[in-house]
């Protein structure tokens, strides 16, 4: 395991800072961890990961990080026991020692990667956030009560997207984790619903559309009050009640819905890329 022997000289203090290592998790808003059994790999890692990668050692990766090379080592090993052999450590001799990522090492980067950029693009993304009840629970899906009616949502999911919870992924800043989500999301619960601008279509007028033809289930009707245009996308922001939803859409949708304040429009958006968590701090359910 060790690249030169000089592992055991340090073993306690590598205790001691990974246990300093595990408070850093979840930095904030849009930073990811993939998830397996208790282990949670995250940026701090991916990054212990890469530099191994650069610096063909522990060593070297643990010096351009500046951290000790035995809390390198233990992070290394600790991760190894849920994700598999991350890196291939070789001992000197004639070829000379040193350590490479191996195909799940590498692969593993690959997934976090993915899942920072999806998180990265989400954040960047406008919400609408409604408050509301539990009405009824089916499967994944939740029926929740809102000041604007019945909204269908995933009950903690993650949105259409590869950073759901199906991929062991989560968002740092998610009030909920997607498999926790489904196990605390129940009838009668405060929770808020949230949907993206960017997962909104936009209507205009009385459009016939039949409810059993689109697989977009929420449905509701508004009127314009805001268009800010942008030199691809346009922010249009649609009150429903006393309720702001906002929508993305492509400058070419925008000039040819030709909208203005005061519009009346029709508003959709899928179950699956609605998001139904745990409102913190509330509780309905006795």
Sequence with gaps: MDESGEEGAADGSAAEESAAEGSA????RGSAALIEGDAEFDGRDAALLRAVHEAGSVAGAAAELGRSRARALSRIE??????????????????GGGSRLTEA????????DRLQTVLAATASVPETVLDGTVASVDGELADVDTAVGTVRGLRGGAGDTDGGGSDGARGAGDAVGASDGRDRVAVGDAVQVRIGADAVTIHRGDVGVDPDATSARNR???????????????????EVGETA???LVTAESAARLDLEPGDDVAIRWKATATRVVEHVGRSVRE
């Design 25 to 28: 998790t979840g930095a904030g």
């Design 78 to 95: 600790a991760l190894e026991e849920s994700f598999g052999r991350l890196v291939e450590r070789r001992r000197g001799g004639s070829g």
């Design 105 to 112: 090492g590498r692969g593993l980067l690959d997934r976090y």
């Design 220 to 238: 509701l009707r508004g009127e314009v009050v805001e268009v800010d245009a942008g030199e691809t996308v346009s922010t249009v922001r649609v």
């Design 245 to 247: 939803f906002r929508a």
